[in-house]
Nanobody, 123 residues
Framework: QERLVESGGGWGNPGGSLRLSCAAS????????MSWHRQAPGKGPEWLST????????RYADSVKGRFTVSRDNAKNTVYLQMNSLKPEDTALYYC????????????????WGQGTQVTVSS
């Protein structure tokens, strides 16, 4: 069974850091672009970042550019999201997804989603 399982969420202080992980099972990520998303309370889903198969090309939403860094370890079948300079508005459920098709620009189609890990930023 193909699965994505996120971990690493929790409480963070404003200005602090958290590192999220997305562990894949049932398939190998090295053939896929992977992405991170979030959904804040009362808001719609927001795409955050996508990383290509080799990890050399990354894309970010303006809201997290310069603060968040996506990376991957294909040997560990895991994708990461390093989140620095956290803000209260980063509070959300964070989840990863497998890209099934690149549509151009920052538009993608996805065919597998994780359940998410909650991040709360508060002093």
């Amino acid at each position: 069974q193909e699965r994505l399982v996120e971990s690493g969420g929790g409480w963070g202080n404003p200005g602090g850091s958290l590192r999220l992980s997305c562990a894949a099972s049932g398939f190998t990520i090295n053939s896929y672009y992977m992405s991170w998303h979030r959904q804040a309370p009362g808001k719609g889903p927001e795409w955050l970042s996508t990383i290509n198969t080799g990890g050399g090309v990354t894309r970010y939403a303006d809201s997290v550019k310069g603060r968040f860094t996506v990376s991957r370890d294909n040997a560990k079948n895991t994708v990461y999201l390093q989140m620095n300079s956290l803000k209260p508005e980063d509070t959300a459920l964070y989840y990863c997804a497998r890209v099934s098709k690149a549509l151009g620009g920052d538009d993608y189609e996805y065919d597998l989603w994780g359940q998410g890990t909650q991040v709360t930023v508060s002093s």
